[in-house]
């Protein structure tokens, strides 16, 4: 380990990711972490950026807060980064409760400063700061994720494999021994591996969707992980606009085909995350096997957009082609929705037909005609469009 490789690192040992539902128990490739680890020496005293998706979730903040920790030992400082917002409560309370510090992205703040980029549980794809670090020159250090390989950004290292989660990732590295050894009694490694548990539990829909290398994560986390702390993360009541939106969306659901669709009308920013919330309830009604909700959402700054989110138990269901495929993409070829396996979501940009400002009436007519537009192309891409009122 005498000379870090600075730029060229062979990726040839990295397994060729295989679509999600394929993967099994593999075993983490043994050098990944060594290779890390040798990255890290060369960089001491480095600052590096952390950056998330926009509407960060367990999995993602756990994941950049394992980042942190593992590169410290290396004299690296590392600053978790996210462009968007955080308003699902059980992540509000994940992040209050283990006193997790992230970085809400303002024009306020220079990304100049920042040695290099990483990007974790995301491949730059899902956060605006992908085109923001590009114009500061911040070049990317590393990729660590768990969905199918995107290929939009060229890090020295990468770490794309079909998992889980990308928590899995990180416990993978942390029971390797090559950046630390997790202590009991140090409460910033059990706040570690409780985010950790938290983000692998949440990501694979309480381990329903886990693999085999899931469970060793969690089996291997659990060793520090305090379960009081897990328990008040987990049990967040819902809130009032969250729970106005459930009501909404099951009052205007339609079924037909074991499709679910419900639009929830117009919402506030601060209710968005209600809208997966709402799709994963209607997803638990009998003989429904794909939930889709949407709503409009006005922003403060007066743009508005139409967002959406899909839930499936059906494994048949190709999610992310269905969604592009209904939705297609905006004049400047990108695509309105995707998603991954049994779970993805779409955002329409309202653009110059945003703000009605506080006129309801305006706005409900707007609704009125995205909504019916957005049920046809639903419907249709379904092939249950023939009934259709
Ligand atoms: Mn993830």
Known sequence: MTQPAEVSVDRSDVPEPTPAEDATAGEIPADLPHLLRELFSGRRGESHVVAIQDYPDPDAISSALAYREIARPFGIESDIVYDGLISHPENLALVNLLEIELIRFTEQIDLSRYDAAVFVDNQGTTTRLTGRLRNAGIPTFAVIDHHDPQDLLDPIFSDVRPLGAAATQFAEYLASGAFLELDPGNSVHVSLATALLHGLHSETSSLIRATGSEYDAAAYLS??????????????????????????????????????????????????????????????????????????LAEGNGSESLIGSLRTNDATLAVDAFLKSALGMNSSGRYYGGGRLRAGGFEIELDFLAGAGDDTDEREEKWVIFDRQIRRKLFEAAGLDKKVE
């Not at 117009?266 to 809208?275: G, M, T, V």
């Open 223 to 296: 060793q520090f992980a305090d379960r009081v702390l897990l328990e008040r993360v987990l049990c967040v009541q819902k809130s009032r606009g969250t729970m106005e939106t459930i009501h909404a969306a099951l009052g205007r659901r339609i079924l037909r085909g074991g499709l679910s669709l419900a639009g929830v009308g117009c919402l506030r920013w601060a209710d968005r995350d209600a809208i997966p919330q709402a799709a994963d309830f209607l997803l638990k009604e009998e003989n429904v096997k794909t939930a889709i909700v949407y709503g409009m």
